[in-house]
């Protein structure tokens, strides 16, 4: 019955725009309009989900729950914030654990632990000593005491778009002598907060960022790093979300220590874990400050808004986000239509940078591109393949995990995904990107636990992602990392490169742009700046694989009563297997259009495991497909849903996949143009071609002759 879930959602988005629509111009406070408590209200809880196959996963995913960013081969951590999500969960036929059963009571419990730890603690051994976690509020004074104590070393500035509901978002740039802008030197990007509830992303890139000023000058090797790159932290990308996420995390402690007792807790909607940002009405700009009011239209807070971390051009409208409003991994109208998105996009796109990671939490992974199954078809009917740059992504990644203890994976393993930061910086500029998912089980953890990740505990003490992080920094140094452009140039003459190009979405594509300057102080200069060919433009190799049906069996099916099934029984043997199995396909075929759904489960001892069911709209063909599949039996379900009682053929394949060839895509070479300016006048242009670690000379005699 998975099918008849999508239309539930989709009236489900319907009611929740409408109403937000309505709460906006009428609600001016929160504390009074709060739904009222009540014993039987649902616990927001923290589920464990079986997903044995990848099938699996993308059937869990187009559920359109809440998935965390914690998952393994076999499991995906699941959000439900509703009852309905558990109806959805259950109807599907997912097997799963409760691993947290109530989350706005283990928040009142975190809370408590901060407060204790708090109180206990005078100075933590964080760089800032910070000992509970930062409001909006903090983050802004925290950056404005770096650049107001060391003013050569730190700087802080406001991204251009302030967000949906009016708030600045601010960044920190640190280097040796800041004020020295365009000098050519390579960036490093760290941000944070994506998403609203991930709060541990923000206080690692803040940490780092109090680390790297109060290291310069103290520490050689800061120094030496920060003389000969930029860092440029955003430690909350998502202001609003992150805003409604804390505050409403604390008040659910405040409640607490009240003694609002459970029902309170359980009935309260707070956006503790909200993941979204604050749009509130697709493609609308709704009213500065109305975002909280809003957000009570959607309990839990995480109905409204889009997925900032889907909304991205890489890819963007591909697998692993949704075109459902109130999904969790909503990705917007467009690509890049939210102005929090636009902000990273001008930071990375006015820069070169060399390095990038967005901090999330939780799983412990370093994940690199692609986002998708390299088997996948992407935008040119080709399969998407690896990075051309895995090798050095994945040694970088390693050198990485190697501090942190996390697993070193591409994006993909966790589950699909596109629109991410990285699908889109790596594959426009083709700086590294990473995403990093901090901590083992949470997405705002005790206190401590930050403490743990960023200094490292354990086997890890001493390195953690504060190495990880200076790891990732000495990359984005390194000239093996990027291109040179070297030359000499009048003093006073503005450089510029720029690349205007279309980026790949998923059906489509979008124009992007960079454009960065140098500004000369006369003589010779060295100018980082990343490869001129984009990832996505070089050439690759691809597998031409086809599919071999190694065994076929088919059954003739008559009329079911309607609400009633048969089974068939089919069985995998050892030499199918042998024979190279890589996939069973169960296709289920009848005459006249009607209501059957098809469902295959193992037998394991005397329980029936799912591993496969058939999604189609009704009257359509229903087709199931057990990717490596294990030897044993297996029952394939014909259930009818409708009055009309058809006959039916249904078929299952065992299928081969053998590579019967190669065949290399011409990829293009793509060049820089590079101007050299006196007071906006062009006196010359040249188009560069720079390598990854390459140097490209420039003769710019031209320009100094005219200038
Ligand atoms: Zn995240």
Redesign the pocket.
């Known amino acids: 019955m998975a099918r008849h879930r999508r239309h539930a959602r989709a009236l489900a988005v319907l009611s929740t725009a409408a109403l937000a629509a309505a709460l906006v111009p009428v609600l001016g406070g929160v504390g009074a309009t709060r739904a009222e408590a009540t014993s039987t209200a649902f616990a927001p809880r923290l589920v464990t989900v079986d997903t044995p196959t990848r099938a699996d996963k993308e059937r869990l995913q187009a559920l359109g729950l809440d998935l965390t ?1 914690h998952a393994g081969h076999d499991y995906v951590e699941v959000v439900l914030h509703h009852a309905a999500d558990l109806t959805a969960l259950e109807t599907a036929g997912f097997g799963f654990d409760v691993r947290i059963p109530d989350l706005l009571r283990r928040e009142a419990e975190n809370n408590r632990a901060n407060a204790a730890y708090a109180a206990a603690t005078d100075v933590s051994p964080l760089p800032s000593g910070r000992t509970s976690y930062r409001t909006l509020a903090d983050y802004g004074d925290d950056m404005a005491e770096l650049a107001e104590d060391r003013p050569r070393v730190a700087r802080t500035f406001t991204l251009e778009r302030p967000s949906l509901d009016g708030r600045p978002v601010r960044a920190i740039e640190i280097a040796g002598d800041v004020r020295a802008r365009n000098d050519g030197r390579p960036t490093f990007a760290l941000l944070g907060v ?2 609203a509830r ?1 709060w541990p ?1 923000g206080e690692l890139a803040m940490e780092f960022a109090v680390d790297l000023v109060k290291g310069y000058g103290r520490s050689a090797r800061i120094t030496d790093l920060l003389d000969r790159a930029r860092v440029v932290v955003v430690p909350v990308v998502n202001v609003d979300g992150f805003d409604l996420s804390r505050t409403d995390g604390a008040l659910v402690d405040l409640r607490e220590v009240d003694g609002g007792g459970t029902a309170t807790i359980l009935g309260t909607p707070g956006n503790a874990y909200k ?1 979204k940002n604050c749009r509130v009405v697709d493609g609308q700009d709704t009213p500065d400050g109305t975002c909280r009011a809003a957000s009570l239209s959607s309990p839990g807070g995480f109905g409204t808004g889009v997925d900032l ?1 889907r909304n991205y051009g890489g890819f963007w409208g591909g697998p692993g986000a949704s075109e459902t409003f109130a999904d969790p991994t909503y990705r917007g109208p467009e690509a890049f239509s939210e102005p929090e998105i636009l902000n990273v996009r001008d930071l990375v796109s006015s820069r070169q940078v060399t390095t990038l990671i967005s901090n ?2 939780f799983s412990n992974l370093v994940l690199r591109p692609n986002g998708v199954h390299p088997e996948t078809i992407g935008h040119d009917g080709l399969p998407v393949g690896d990075a051309p740059d895995e090798e050095a992504l994945k040694r970088l990644g390693a050198r990485m995990t190697a501090q942190n203890g996390y697993r070193n994976i591409h994006g993909w393993e966790l589950y699909d995904t596109t629109g991410t930061t990285e699908d889109w910086s790596y594959n426009a500029t083709g700086g590294f990107g990473y995403t990093f ?1 901090i901590g083992p089980d949470e997405f705002h953890p005790p206190f401590p636990e930050v403490i743990d990740e960023y200094l490292g505990a354990g086997e890890h003490a001493g390195k953690g992602n504060r190495e990880a992080y200076l790891i990732a920094l000495e990359h984005a140094a390194a000239n093996a990392s990027h291109g040179r452009i070297v030359g000499s140039a009048p003093r006073g003459a503005t450089l510029r490169v720029e690349k205007t190009f279309r980026t790949p979405t998923w059906e489509g594509s979008v124009r992007d742009h960079l454009e960065s300057v140098y500004s000369s102080r006369g003589g010779r200069f060295t100018w980082h700046v990343n490869p001129s060919t984009r990832p996505v433009s070089e050439p690759r190799t691809v597998e031409t694989v086809e599919e071999f049906t190694t065994r076929s069996q088919t059954y003739d099916g008559g009329a079911i009563p309607p609400n009633e099934s048969v089974d068939h029984a089919f069985t995998l043997t050892a030499e199918d297997v042998a024979a190279g199995a890589d996939s069973l396909e169960v296709t289920l075929e009848w005459p006249t259009p009607d209501d059957l759904d098809l469902e295959v489960y193992r037998r394991q001892g005397d329980q029936l495991v799912e591993v496969a069911t058939s999604g189609n709209a009704p009257g359509e063909k229903e087709q199931a497909e057990v990717t490596d599949p294990v030897a044993g039996d297996y029952v394939l379900r014909v259930t009818n849903f409708a009055s009309v009682t058809p006959e039916y053929t249904l078929t299952a394949d065992v299928l081969d996949q053998r590579v019967t060839g190669t065949q290399t895509v011409p990829g293009t070479i793509e060049r820089w143009t590079l101007t050299c300016e006196k007071r906006g006048r062009v006196l010359q242009t040249l188009q560069v071609r720079v390598d990854r670690g390459g140097i490209s000379r420039v003769d710019l005699g031209a320009c100094a002759r005219r200038f």
Do not use: F, G, Y
Request: no cysteine; charged share 40%.
């Open positions: 960013e994506h998403h991930e992303s993941r971390n999330h939490t998912e």
